[in-house]
């Protein structure tokens, strides 16, 4: 069974930090473009960060640059996601999801190339 679980959510303050893991079951992850995502309330799904199953190259949304750090470990099939110096602004329910032929770049959309879903889990920064 095909399966992508997210953890690591929680509340944080301005500045803080968090690690999300995103680990799969049921395929193997290096085979596919994994994309983190997330989605504030009212706003549309947004892609934030990914890394290409073809040279393992990474992306980041400008909003994140320099902030969040994507990684993955093969021998665990999980993908994590380093966030430091959060914001109010980064309040949401972060997703991971794979993409077979999902591209990785400016092209990140949650609407394009991703075949399997995480169910998310929220991130809210606040003091």
């Known amino acids: 069974q095909v399966q992508l679980v997210e953890s690591g959510g929680g509340l944080v303050q301005p500045g803080g930090s968090l690690r999300l893991s995103c680990v799969a079951s049921?395929?193997?992850?290096?085979?596919?473009?994994i994309g983190w995502f997330r989605q504030a309330p009212g706003k549309e799904r947004e892609g934030v960060s990914c890394?290409?199953?073809?040279?393992?190259?990474?992306y980041y949304a400008d909003s994140v640059k320099g902030r969040f750090t994507l990684s993955r470990d093969n021998t665990r099939n999980t993908v994590y996601l380093q966030m430091n110096s959060l914001k109010p602004e980064d309040t949401a329910v972060y997703y991971c999801?794979?993409?077979?032929?999902?591209?990785?770049?400016?092209?990140?959309?949650?609407?394009?190339?991703?075949?399997?879903w995480g169910k998310g889990t929220l991130i809210t920064v606040s003091s």
């Open positions: 049921g395929f193997t992850l290096n085979y596919y473009t």
């Open positions: 890394i290409s199953s073809s040279d393992g190259s990474t």
């Open positions: 999801a794979a993409g077979l032929f999902g591209p990785c770049g400016h092209q990140l959309s949650p609407y394009n190339g991703m075949d399997y």
